[in-house]
């Protein structure tokens, strides 16, 4: 009892700490998306609307785009993420020479702030002065320019996310294959198993739990983009970049429009949950239960 | 945020003025005054709040020491991003806490700031406090500006002006005044090749040089355009720098009757002349360089400063290091000013003061009435605009007090740059800041995807306008603001 008592009063500082900046802002948001408050609005008081920020949210047509192309980007950036960061860890899984190297200069778009890769890739992806329209035209004859064509940008913002996450997803299935027991991958080839039987039969089932936790993490961030986008494209051309983030941005900061822009960050909070909660049971609940 | 976005191109602006002016580069009259203003606030610090640019940082870094160094007053000015700037402002003058003695204010966003009374009359607090009023400064001294700080009903100062510039027309004079593309324009055109007065000589111009530059093979085109798709940039640059040569005003939205934007109700964000005019801009748009849709004030500054255009609309605080640094301009020496084209009547409108034909921005400086040491504070804000102060940063194209223009170094500054202060000052009061909204950002990101929506095409200039026009009084309507 006594030792109990002394684990909550050590425990108290963290918890003080969670409640303060984790669960004081969080319910603030909730209980401001519930009203209309615009400093700048001729009555800037924070007036209670109940459901009405919600309702107005389904019939966006602005919102509603946005979130359509949110998805689009999530599962391009995601699932290329994931391929290609496996790829890379069943190569780095392997000797070859330069390895540390190469190994190293791939990891470092991980440590560099998101509004830096923007402003990088906004630099090498302007028409005239940038890098890659330069080589596209030289090479295919291609004219890049995503200041103009919506797949274009949307595609480079695509490109952009897996070149800066992609080490994360490569690091997080490294650990998970290099923990992975030999005995029943020897078995397998005892029995004659194929690589792709192998893949599908073995090694995917078991660094399922991996897969599915760096995809939660990439899914919530790929959700919540928001400063490489701004640099890059500020949500152009037209709207085809506003993904959600920069949609609540837009609308929070310069909008100041506080309680519609937390009823979004609520409903985009609750997709994440969703989402992340049917993943879980797609990949993992069936598992569990055998 | 204009400001913010434009700190990379003003950056060297900048460093030109303030990056290698020190503390010990300013030497401030009656030192004795402010050593003896400054005892009654022993131990106090002030705190302000401002965009990291490097006008701002040339207030933390030269300006807060040299006063502290005169007065014992501890200044730290806090830099940092556009929106976090605001932010923080906004929500410490609304909770009333007091954390900011001084916030920066764009001209922009000034009205919205006195809707809320949330700034100290200026004018009033040193008319009241006679004792802490600073022997060289003189309301008097600043130019028409400061007007834009001024109450609407008390006209009184909210703000102190720190940086002031106009957009102006800016053409190659190497270009113009090359014997053998005159003959080829005038044997094109008919036309002597001489800076345009109105839209038609603009756009012959455009053409002719974007099809020099092809036949040539150069990297040179007609115009700038400050279009890009996804940014508030190319919105302004219609707004405030097109429409209103065409004789739009304050955006197309009309006060006197109920805030209406729309023809319909009394507006004229989708008139006719607003279709002309957002028609020519586009087709002006199309003879730009490539990279104008991604452009916003910083690139196009840095686009005509490496020779790729033959002329357009430039923010004047660049004006400086375009014409005059090597180091960063192609075009050093061969920088022309001139005044925006304009269609009929507008000239005359503005000169009666009832239009304009351009855009007059900058920012200045105001004190919050939540802050706790306004008197400290009203004695920083007065250093600030001293006259020997303002003039580190004229050579930065800023200019805010009119005795500024009579400093050596302006006035030689002014040869090189064309005649832009004579400009500036002679004819500065023919451009407008933005209007007296307090609901500037609001409309402004509500329009803004249409905005972008026709910049793309998937829009048309009729329908697009039509629908800003009726999402802006749908907006202003949710604000209140329209009955």
Redesign the interface.
Known sequence: MHSNRLGWWLLAPTLLVLFLFGAVPFFYVVWLSFHQW???????EIIYTGADNFRRLVFDS?FLASLGVTVAFVVFAVLTELIVGYLLATAFMKDFPGKAIFRTIHTLPLIMAPIIVGSIW?LMT????GIIPHLLDEWIGY?L????S?LAAFTVTVIMDVWHWTPLVTLTLIAALVSLPADPFEQAQIDGAGKRQIFWHITLPMIAPAVVATVFIRLMDALRTVDEVLML??????????YLGVHIF??V?????YGYGSAISVIVLYLTIVVCWLLYVGMLAPRTKK | MKIAFRAGASALALSMAAGLATAQDITIEDADWWSEAGTKFDGVTLRGVTESTPPSNFVSDVLAPKFEELTGIRVDVETTSWDQMYDKAIKDMEAGTGIYDMVYIEQDIVYAYLARDFLVNITEALEEHPELKAPNYEEANFTSFADNFRGAEDGDLYGLPMEAFIKIYLYRKDLFEDPEIQAAFKEETGHDLKPATTHEEYSEIARFFTAYGEENDMDLWGTTAQAHTGHPASWYEYFESVAPTYGVYDWGINPDENYAASVENGGEMNSDAAKEALTWWLSMRDLAPPESVQSTWTEVATTFAAGRVAQGLVYGENAAWIAADDTKSRVVGNVGVALPPLEDGVMEAAESGEGYIGYYDGGAFGLPTTSKNQDAALLFLQFMALPEVQEEWAMASRITLTSTYDAPKVKELDEELGGYYSMLRDQGYLFKGAPEYPFHRQVLEATAPTFYSILTGDTGVDEGLDEMARIAEEELTTLGYRQ
């Open positions: 615009n400093p700048f609005a001729v009555n800037p602005g906004k302007t028409p005239s002065i004219d320019n995503i200041g103009q919506a494209t500020g949500g152009g051309p037209g709207s085809a970049t506003r837009k609308e900061f310069p909008k100041t429009n």
